[in-house]
């Protein structure tokens, strides 16, 4: 498969005298996207499907069979969930890389905040999340808003979802500063989002860090990495501040 790209040649004078066609050899491009294509395709689709069906049978299971053996089946019942959640967050990282392209417009940050909390932390089956907000309410942001969305709201969802206690706290903040910490709208936005969480383990960190995985060094998803692409796309720098048993400290510098 070729593409094409056709471009018009000058002398030294600006006189048109004739046309460069150059031809590029983009079949191992193509064949790449689409086996993207289905693999997110199977992610998005076919794994969230069969795992419900799996979590169905696994809550019956657990509602019928004896105390030990209803213990084993809601471990089915939430690997299932995990599986499942896995092929949400491909389709965010499949929505993200659509979006990456979109015009830049201006944002009340509170208000996409807002939008992103109200998404994650449903008031039925999320009751005991207490999330704080603490954000200026005219503090805007220049911003591709879809990937931002995406980007926080991966943030927020698993400050949320790898949290055992029983009542997760989450704080998401914002200011205007300056580059040693001042308060001055021109210079930029940092935006953090803390959580009292298990904190993220060392070698997930560094994964992301170094770029890659290999099979004795990866992730165990897709969260950090929907982060920090994300975040690169925004032209933000994003950092970490984890300790174990004692929350992390997602920074954002727009």
Do not use: C
């Amino acid at each position: 498969m070729l593409e094409v790209v056709s471009s018009g040649a000058d002398d030294p004078r600006g006189r048109a005298v004739g046309r460069t066609v150059a031809f590029h050899d983009v079949t191992d491009r193509e064949a790449r996207r689409q086996r993207l294509e289905v693999l997110n395709r199977v992610l998005r689709h076919n794994l969230r499907n069969e795992m419900t069906v799996v979590m169905g049978y696994a809550d019956v299971l657990a509602e019928s069979l004896p105390d030990e053996e209803a213990r084993l089946a809601r471990k089915i019942e939430s690997r299932s969930e995990a599986l499942a959640d896995l092929g949400e967050k491909a389709r965010a990282l499949e929505s993200m890389m659509q979006s990456a392209s979109d015009a830049a417009t201006t944002v009340s940050l509170g208000d996409v905040v807002d939008e992103i909390v109200a998404d994650v932390v449903s008031p039925d089956v999320d009751s005991e999340v207490e999330v704080e907000i603490d954000i200026p309410p005219h503090l805007t942001l220049e911003t591709n808003v879809r990937v931002l969305k995406t980007v926080l709201g991966t943030v927020v969802e698993n400050a949320v979802e790898h949290n055992d206690d029983p009542s997760p706290w989450v704080r998401v903040s914002a200011r205007a500063a300056t580059a040693d910490g001042g308060d001055v709208a021109s210079e930029g936005v940092v935006v953090e989002v803390r959580d009292d969480g298990p904190g993220i383990p060392d070698h997930e960190l560094a994964v992301v860090d170094d770029g890659e995985e290999t099979p004795l060094s990866h992730g165990s998803g897709l969260g950090l990495w929907i982060v920090q692409w994300g975040s690169r796309w925004l032209g933000a720098d994003v950092s970490f501040e984890t300790e174990r048993d004692s929350g992390t400290t997602v920074r954002f510098r727009f």
